[in-house]
T-cell receptor
Framework: EAGVTQFPSHSVIEKGQTVTLRCDPI?????LYWYRRVMGKEIKFLLH????????ESGMPNNRFLAERTGGTYSTLKVQPAELEDSGVYFC?????????????FGSGTRLTVV | GQQLNQSPQSMFIQEGEDVSMNCTSS?????WLWYKQDPGEGPVLLIA?????ELTSNGRLTAQFGITRKDSFLNISASIPSDVGIYFC?????????????FGKGTLLTVNP
């Protein structure tokens, strides 16, 4: 089965520009999560979708970040306008059942660099 | 919020040596997880621990869930070059509708052949 797919794998943008990251979860997985790792820091939770609904968005840094999951399939995370501190690796993960940690699969991440 | 202190931050070892890393938390978790991240990839689950005091092995890996539920360690025996990567501990509290993981900062492992 195909894993969690994220693209782009890398993105370099200038401060003030807009970037949209995409995540395709494993087919059939209702639960989709976004995480971010800033260099040298821990991987931090951003938000959790159950199908198309936002279950928990307590980790979203501020209103420059907008996540959507139209139709409960793929998800996008838009950063507008990007700031230098937004640089990091953004991971998406999906699971088939809420709370099923053994089914929590991560994508390879999008490395975002804001210059 | 909850924080995990993971140590050491990095390790440089010779092939064949054993490795130990640990995590401590300021609060209780009812599930502890250990992940490995290879360069350019996402974290992959190595071991999951669901019960205080539990000791679980997966090949050369052994992990334990501390009795206090505030700590966990991971041991790797007889290291090999492909063990290189970043190891993350993560805590999780099941129940309710909150399924987010709290991660440590990671341990970067380098194995010299």
């Amino acid at each position: 089965e195909a894993g969690v797919t994220q693209f782009p794998s890398h993105s370099v943008i200038e401060k003030g520009q807009t970037v949209t990251l995409r995540c395709d979860p494993i087919s059939g997985h209702d639960n989709l999560y976004w995480y971010r790792r800033v260099m040298g820091k821990e991987i931090k939770f951003l938000l959790h979708f159950v199908k198309e609904s936002k279950q928990d968005e307590s980790g979203m840094p501020n209103n420059r970040f907008l996540a959507e999951r139209t139709g409960g399939t793929y998800s996008t995370l838009k950063v507008q306008p990007a700031e230098l501190e937004d640089s990091g690796v953004y991971f998406c993960a999906s699971s088939s059942r809420t709370g099923a940690i053994y089914g929590y699969t991560f994508g390879s991440g999008t490395r975002l660099t804001v210059v | 919020g909850q924080q995990l202190n993971q140590s050491p931050q990095s390790m440089f070892i010779q092939e064949g040596e054993d490795v130990s890393m640990n995590c401590t938390s300021s609060s209780i978790f009812n599930t502890w997880l250990w992940y490995k991240q290879d360069p350019g990839e996402g974290p992959v689950l190595l071991i999951a621990l669901y019960k205080a005091g539990e000791l679980t092995s997966n090949g050369r890996l052994t992990a334990q869930f501390g009795i206090t539920r505030k700590d966990s360690f991971l041991n790797i025996s007889a290291s090999i070059p492909s063990d290189v990567g970043i190891y993350f501990c993560a805590g999780y509290n099941s129940g309710g509708s909150n399924y987010k993981l709290t991660f440590g900062k990671g341990t970067l492992l380098t194995v010299n052949p």
